[in-house]
């Protein structure tokens, strides 16, 4: 018992952990309401998805996928340099050791090297979800500003970009979403800061 509430405490520092997105009311997102967020998306697009899916694993990956942060801290994607990202991969390696190590718990480490391959459909998913979370947080902020504030507008081309348009292609719904999303954002730049989405991608 006294390794679980060990882990309940690492656990609960998500809810402390801010990311750089903001929420409707202006504060930042919590690393724990980020994963809340793919949960409750996940749910409700399984009728939409072309293939059958582990909702089980799907659930546990949602719950588990950023949960070395609570120990490592999130790092916005605009500081990610090819060095941070070196760093980053050993400190998250070393904080899922740590976690596997209270939790003596095999299904656990499974599961976030199921995550870390992303070879499954079922990571797939959550990897895209992890994305299109942050692309709802975007569209739901008080004042999208924020966000060309961060390295020569590196949010705004990201998110009008092909890259993580192609994240999306694998399954129909979600790219659906995704695609309407980016609609309601473009609508917002243009009447709230008068910024053509097609400037942003040169």
């Known amino acids: 018992m006294h390794n679980l509430v060990d882990f309940f405490e690492i656990a609960e520092r998500l809810e402390c952990e801010y990311r750089l997105t903001r929420t409707s009311d202006g504060n930042q997102q919590t690393v724990a309401a980020h994963s809340w967020n793919m949960l409750m998306m996940a749910m409700v697009l399984r009728p939409y998805l072309k293939k059958s899916v582990n909702m089980e694993r799907v659930y546990e990956l949602c719950v588990l996928h950023d949960l070395p942060e609570a120990i490592t801290h999130d790092i916005p994607l605009h500081e990610q340099t090819d060095s941070v990202r070196v760093q980053k991969r050993i400190n998250e390696s070393d904080a ?103 400037d942003l991608i040169k």
Request: net charge negative; charged share 30%.
């Open 96 to 198: 899922v050791a740590q976690i596997v190590g209270l939790l003596k718990n095999n299904d656990i480490q499974a599961r976030f090297n199921e995550y870390d391959a992303r070879q499954s459909y079922e990571s797939r998913l959550v990897k895209a979800l992890d994305v299109l979370d942050t692309a709802v947080q975007h569209m739901c902020a008080q004042d999208l500003a924020y966000i060309g504030e961060y390295a020569d507008g590196f949010y705004w081309k990201m998110f009008f970009g092909d890259e993580i348009v192609s994240m999306f292609d694998f399954e129909p719904a979600l790219r659906g979403v995704f695609d309407e999303i980016r609609r309601r954002v473009a609508l917002r730049l243009k009447n709230e800061l008068g910024i053509d989405e097609r």
